[in-house]
């Protein structure tokens, strides 16, 4: 079955404002002198909070054309103004909070299948996302499980995120929470799929929903489970530890490319290469 590659950029951040090199690339990759960026705040369930993100967002991101969607109730979101937004905009933006109220209220919403849409099929628009928004680009996203509890079987919990890529589990503030037990657990429940940690104010530029280039001052680390000899997952109860043979882990540093269909590093594609 041939599956659609998105023509966008999808750019899952491993939290904090991302650091002035990502937030650069951003703006370079929309091809624009002046991007219009809409950076939606729901993550959080604050005003106070949501006001603040977007002081900062704006400062850091040294553009003016910088628009914001902000709403508590899933029946807000298809407001004219929020769907213009979108429409009208070169890059969206998901700030951090609560990965569960991004899903909850953009799923199986008109302004989330708008932006799905423009991702898949226009060059050059960027989707990021920094922690609660990057974690919820998943098909399938972490909303919990505490590091030293993870390889316990029944201490991780699973849901249904945004859907933007559907072949990797996006874990953020990686190496600074030693959140590498909970992402090996994710892997074990599906080898098919791939662990992708990310360091805080790091950044995976992921290219046609397969390339990815790591920038920022961090790591990407990516667990693979494809050539799992043996777990004892299916074998235990909640709450006994598990067991695994043969998993895969990967270690990328800023600058550094993976092919995520390839399961590898690779050199830099033409396309990327043309910025």
């Given at each position: 079955?041939?599956?659609?590659?998105?023509?966008?950029?999808?750019?899952?951040?491993?939290?904090?404002?991302?650091?002035?090199?990502?937030?650069?690339?951003?703006?370079?990759?929309?091809?624009?002198?002046?991007?219009?960026?809409?950076?939606?705040?729901?993550?959080?369930?604050?005003?106070?909070?949501?006001?603040?993100?977007?002081?900062?967002?704006?400062?850091?991101?040294?553009?003016?054309?910088?628009?914001?969607?902000?709403?508590?109730?899933?029946?807000?979101?298809?407001?004219?103004?929020?769907?213009?937004?979108?429409?009208?905009?070169?890059?969206?933006?998901?700030?951090?909070?609560?990965?569960?109220?991004?899903?909850?209220?953009?799923?199986?919403?008109?302004?989330?299948?708008?932006?799905?849409?423009?991702?898949?099929?226009?060059?050059?628009?960027?989707?990021?996302?920094?922690?609660?928004?990057?974690?919820?680009?998943?098909?399938?996203?972490?909303?919990?499980?505490?590091?030293?509890?993870?390889?316990?079987?029944?201490?991780?919990?699973?849901?249904?995120?945004?859907?933007?890529?559907?072949?990797?589990?996006?874990?953020?503030?990686?190496?600074?929470?030693?959140?590498?037990?909970?992402?090996?657990?994710?892997?074990?429940?599906?080898?098919?799929?791939?662990?992708?940690?990310?360091?805080?104010?790091?950044?995976?530029?992921?290219?046609?929903?397969?390339?990815?280039?790591?920038?920022?001052s961090g790591l990407a680390v990516v667990v693979d489970g494809t050539l799992i000899e043996y777990s004892n997952l299916t074998e235990i109860c909640d709450g006994d530890p598990i067991t695994i043979q043969g998993l895969r882990m990967h270690v990328i540093g800023p600058g550094k490319c993976f092919s995520l269909t390839e399961r590898k590093l690779t050199m830099l594609s033409k396309r990327v290469d043309s910025h």
């Amino acid at each position: 079955m041939k599956i659609n590659k998105p023509k966008g950029i999808l750019v899952p951040i491993g939290g904090g404002g991302g650091g002035l090199d990502i937030l650069e690339r951003i703006v370079k990759e929309t091809k624009k002198r002046n991007p219009k960026i809409c950076y939606i705040t729901v993550a959080t369930s604050s005003p106070e909070e949501a006001e603040e993100l977007q002081e900062q967002f704006s400062e850091d991101i040294g553009q003016k054309g910088v628009s914001f969607i902000h709403f508590d109730q899933h029946i807000d979101a298809d407001s004219p103004e929020n769907l213009a937004k979108v429409r009208n905009c070169d890059s969206i933006f998901f700030g951090g909070g609560n990965q569960l109220r991004l899903s909850s209220l953009l799923g199986g919403t008109k302004l989330m299948d708008n932006i799905k849409s423009r991702y898949y099929n226009e060059e050059h628009f960027v989707v990021a996302g920094s922690s609660a928004g990057a974690a919820a680009m998943s098909g399938t996203m972490i909303i919990s499980g505490c590091s030293q509890d993870a390889l316990i079987k029944g201490e991780l919990q699973l849901t249904n995120g945004l859907d933007l890529i559907n072949n990797v589990f996006i874990d953020t503030h990686f190496t600074e929470r030693g959140r590498f037990a909970r992402l090996i657990q994710t892997v074990v429940y599906n080898p098919g799929i791939l662990g992708l940690g990310l360091s805080t104010n790091t950044a995976a530029f992921i290219y046609d929903g397969d390339r990815l280039e790591v920038v920022g001052s961090g790591l990407a680390v990516v667990v693979d489970g494809t050539l799992i000899e043996y777990s004892n997952l299916t074998e235990i109860c909640d709450g006994d530890p598990i067991t695994i043979q043969g998993l895969r882990m990967h270690v990328i540093g800023p600058g550094k490319c993976f092919s995520l269909t390839e399961r590898k590093l690779t050199m830099l594609s033409k396309r990327v290469d043309s910025h």
